[in-house]
């Protein structure tokens, strides 16, 4: 299941027929019910949805989800009764998707969905009303950790909290459901980036909010900051680094700053640390997360690593998104109750183990 707190719906993908993919038969349940187009939960409930709800002739709510990955899911909204340990959840709002289309079809196969975590009012985390939840992503093939609830461990270091950002006046260019925290400034090493604090503050149209989202893989700032990043981290990695001399290319449409490494080689040189300087918190980034092999791009005897910051210039994307990637080995609270997102490093892969 992936857990996404950069969207709203939570899906599962079904279908009536047998399939080596995961999925959900919603023949063989007796609490499923088909959402109809006249209810107020499709008329009303959708209305923050990118892509309106329709109505199709069988007279169910219909909708289309996509995401900035470019892959997306269509299918009808239903109700299920979900069990969480002994406790059940009857009348729980979720998409039963039969069409979806990915970009990573290796790994969307591995799926059964999307748990929407979002501040949306059809989120699984508003309708199941829990205060407080926290995951923590692994880097390796260990699955992450989700937990819904308090979570206070002996064995977690204490946690740094940067407060959730709110703005009431509905904005064209601001996400209103989305987990927005300030960011102030960016290092490399110990090196400040020479940028105002101005250049992190949404502007009048509210273009330009930091977003937490775990539903995107990689991190991506605006123009100008970006440019001040790369050419940073480009200085700092000189001589140390081969960069890919290909104006051409591109990594998944944001990440143009790429480097040749030999396949002969083993290992990565050790690369400055990049720190994101939150309100009240750090996020630093090092060693493997800052370079991402890209699948099957060979050059020569090279293999071709990019940069794992973006441009969301590039993408069309009007905020600063802090991806999944970089969230790994961090634990994550949010804690709704407080409106702040607490940060503290931490071996994701142990901490599954400690709390099976």
């Given at each position: 299941m992936v857990i996404d707190t950069g969207s709203e719906l939570s899906w599962l993908h079904c279908s009536k027929t047998p399939s080596q993919q995961p999925q959900f038969d919603p023949t063989r349940s007796t609490s499923y019910s088909p959402v109809p187009c006249s209810s107020p939960t499709c008329t009303n409930r959708t209305r923050d949805f990118p892509i309106p709800a329709s109505c199709y002739s069988n007279n169910l709510c219909h909708v289309t989800l996509s995401y900035a990955d470019a892959s997306s899911a269509e299918g009808n909204l239903a109700t299920e009764t979900f069990l969480?340990?002994?406790?059940?959840?009857?009348?729980?709002?979720?998409g039963c998707m039969d069409v979806s289309f990915t970009s990573n079809p290796k790994e969307d196969s591995k799926t059964t969905g999307l748990m929407g975590m979002n501040r949306g009012s059809l989120s699984f985390i508003s309708q199941v009303g829990f205060p407080k939840f926290s995951y923590c992503i692994s880097d390796s093939v260990v699955s992450g950790v989700?937990?819904?609830?308090?979570?206070?461990?002996?064995w977690l270091s204490p946690l740094n909290y940067t407060p959730l950002i709110q703005i009431s006046t509905p904005l064209p260019y601001f996400d209103r459901v989305a987990y927005t925290v300030q960011l102030e400034g960016i290092k490399v090493s110990d090196q400040l980036l020479p940028l105002p604090k101005s250049v992190f503050v949404p502007d009048h149209t509210g273009a330009g909010q930091t977003m937490v989202d775990s539903g995107c893989q990689f991190t991506f700032l605006l123009g100008p900051v970006y440019t001040a990043l790369k050419n940073e981290f480009l200085k700092q990695t000189n001589g140390i680094l081969t960069v890919l001399d290909d104006p051409n290319f591109v990594f998944q449409g944001g990440m143009d700053l790429c480097y040749r490494v030999p396949l002969v080689r083993l290992a990565l040189p050790t690369l400055p640390t990049v720190t994101l300087m939150f309100r009240g918190a750090e996020m630093s980034v090092s060693g493997d997360r800052l370079l991402y092999r890209v699948p099957g791009e060979i050059r020569g005897g090279d293999s071709v690593h990019c940069f794992t910051f973006g441009n969301s210039d590039l993408l069309g994307v009007e905020a600063y998104v802090i991806g999944n990637h970089h969230q790994q080995n961090v634990w994550m609270e949010f804690d709704l109750e407080n409106s702040r997102i607490g940060l503290a490093n931490v071996r994701c892969d142990l901490a599954a183990e400690r709390l099976v």
């Open positions: 969480f340990g002994e406790s059940e959840v009857p009348g729980t709002i979720f989700l937990l819904l609830g308090d979570g206070n461990f002996s």
